[in-house]
């Protein structure tokens, strides 16, 4: 695992603008530390009781474990704090596919052997450049992984679907965060606080797809990282859009790669910088 890259510290939340002695800061982790990201913002994100860092480790937490589990056990992705509990072998449980048969043990086996379904939301692409209705479904993206110890049970649970809410929120965190080590406070509109924080925020009306999507192709081979982010000023119809592709889980196959409108410059743009490259997280 390469070192952290540490970016300078903001001094400031950059969720809800409070800053010390109103509040304490805490490090920002861009990418979480529970999948192994190692991009640090430092000072920039308010702790403590009802604070925007309990916020958004909540929904992330519940992205990462609740839709990813299967991924991050086989690629054997731990948080830093969580690498005691890293799982060594896993017992396989088949059932016959009728009701009511009980499961029965079928052996240990390591990580990278364990049959599970990974499940990923492949949005349209951000509405804004689309001028799309917001879309009446999503796709899934889903793969069966190691489905050899299955043998005759060819049925695999996949991930119980947690609505758009915990997705949504983890992909506009990790945009937003990335701008602002990037570009600096101030240097944008930010575009996605309230996706971020707004705990009455509607989910289920997809008005998000409007600055959140994906890339319309899924690409074909992996990466060799674990995961890449990239953020770059782009002009579109006369606004200057500040736009970071995500793609999670990039060294897995069948993963794609989210796109999203992160802020806007007003008048003349942004400064434009030497190169824009991925991030090379692990
Ligand atoms: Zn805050």
Redesign the pocket.
Known sequence: MPAELRYKPVGV?I????RPPE?ELSDEHIIADGLQGNMILPAS??KGSK???EKTSRFEFRYINGAHDGLKTYLGVYGTRRKKNRKTTIPLFVSEPKDGAPSKFAGNLLPSQHPFISQFEHFERPRIFTGNPPPENVKMLARLWNSKPLKNYPAVNGPPWIGFEPVVRTLSKIAHSYAIAEYGMGSFSPLLKETILNDRFDFDDKAWSMFIGCETEIPKYPSLNLHEVSIEPVKFQNRFLLFCKIWLFSSAESTPIYEVVVGEHWNSGFTPRKSVVPHQLS
């Open positions: 939340c969720y809800c603008g409070r509040v994100s308010c604070s925007c860092a």
